[in-house]
């Protein structure tokens, strides 16, 4: 099983980025994909969820209508986008998969936004 995120770098505040996480070893189709983060100091947290088939999706307050997950079964990978960053953003990033008791995880991208 691997599951391997991208896309994670250096921001300006109010910049973008988009985030993969490509995954294999498993049947992705049918787990429910998330992305969590954790800052410098603080707990690791849910940022946002996307069920099996893409038909619903939900996020932390924090990052509504900012963020948006999406994923692509085709191609195995869920996406994050970050959009209006801030410095609070500032977090590892880590993409998990879940299906009943069983679930798997990414060893995270960084991101950073400053000035």
């Known amino acids: 099983v691997q599951v391997v995120e991208s896309g994670g770098g250096l921001v300006q505040p109010g910049g973008s980025l988009r985030l993969s996480c490509a995954a294999s070893?498993?049947?992705?189709?049918?787990?429910?994909m998330s992305w969590y983060r954790q800052g410098p100091g603080k707990e690791r947290e849910l940022v946002a969820r996307?069920?099996?088939?893409?038909?619903?999706?939900n996020y932390a307050d924090s990052v509504k209508g900012r963020f948006t997950i999406s994923r692509d079964n085709s191609k195995n990978t869920v996406y994050l986008q970050l959009n209006s960053l801030k410095p609070e953003d500032t977090a590892v990033y880590y993409c998990?998969?879940?299906?009943?008791?069983?679930?798997?995880w990414g060893q995270g991208t960084q991101v950073t936004v400053s000035s």
């Open positions: 070893g498993f049947s992705f189709s049918s787990y429910t």
């Open positions: 998990a998969a879940r299906r009943g008791s069983r679930d798997y």
């Open positions: 996307i069920i099996s088939d893409g038909g619903s999706t």
